[in-house]
């Protein structure tokens, strides 16, 4: 049964730019959350999907957006990054958005330079 | 609005020794109560969840929390620590009508010396 996977594991990129990361849920998981984690700070919630809908939201500027496909698969976007962006960004699956057992990936771990 | 706070960002303790790590929270409604684990470059996992019923909660690896509602505390404890416990903490809170949304403490890294 395989758990929580994001893709990809490392990225650098560099001010300006735009970054699409990658998270499929765990088997029978159909809620997506995704977390920044600075680092040395714990996880900051960003914002959750649920049927291919934005149903909650961090306070994070519109330059973080999301998706969710019809298989429950999410994407995260930052536009327009900061050196600030620089984070373990972790996504988090769970049963229904009222499901509060939180299955993390391993992150991705982004630079920005 | 909720919070989390860690009352201590690192703890040093020796190989078999008992450890408390503390969290306080606050809230003006109902909440739940969780500690996750982050072993090192890994995502984080649920050690225990304190949804309702008895406040003293039992999770996984020998870890307990007790749920202290006049002091608003979630503490963890373990009897006895092994290496493999060294890891960062998690202390977490979330409000019963924010479904997913759960708020973080800032972490406490434990420390095992032989």
């Known amino acids: 049964d395989a758990g929580v996977t994001q893709s990809p594991t490392h990225l650098i990129k560099t001010r300006g730019q735009q970054v699409t990361l990658r998270c499929s849920p765990k088997?029978?998981?159909?809620?997506v959350s995704w977390y920044q984690q600075a680092l040395g700070q714990g996880p900051q919630f960003i914002f959750q999907?649920?049927?291919?809908?934005?149903?909650q939201r961090g306070n994070f500027p519109d330059r973080f957006s999301g998706h969710q496909f019809p298989n429950y698969s999410s994407e995260l976007n930052v536009n327009a990054l900061l050196l600030g962006d620089s984070a373990l960004y972790l996504c988090?699956?769970?049963?229904?958005?009222?499901?509060?057992?939180?299955?993390f990936g391993n992150g991705t771990r982004l630079t920005v330079t | 609005a909720q919070s989390v706070t860690q009352l201590d960002s690192q703890v040093p303790v020796f190989e078999e020794a008992p450890v408390e790590l503390r969290c306080n929270y606050s809230?003006?409604?109902?909440?739940?109560l969780f500690w996750y684990v982050q072993y090192p470059n890994q995502g984080l996992q649920l050690l225990l969840k304190?949804?309702?019923?008895?406040?003293l909660v039992k999770g996984i690896n020998g870890f307990e929390a007790e749920f202290n509602k006049s002091q608003t505390s979630f503490h963890l404890r373990k009897p006895s620590v092994h290496i493999s416990d060294t890891a960062e903490y998690f202390c977490a809170v979330n409000q019963y009508s924010s479904a997913s949304k759960i708020i973080f403490g800032s972490g406490t890294r434990l420390s095992i010396r032989p």
């Open positions: 999907y649920y049927e291919e809908e934005e149903r």
């Open positions: 809230s003006s409604v109902s909440v739940y």
């Open positions: 988090a699956s769970s049963i229904g958005t009222g499901g509060f057992t939180l299955h």
């Open positions: 304190y949804l309702s019923g008895s406040t």
């Open positions: 088997s029978g998981h159909d809620t």
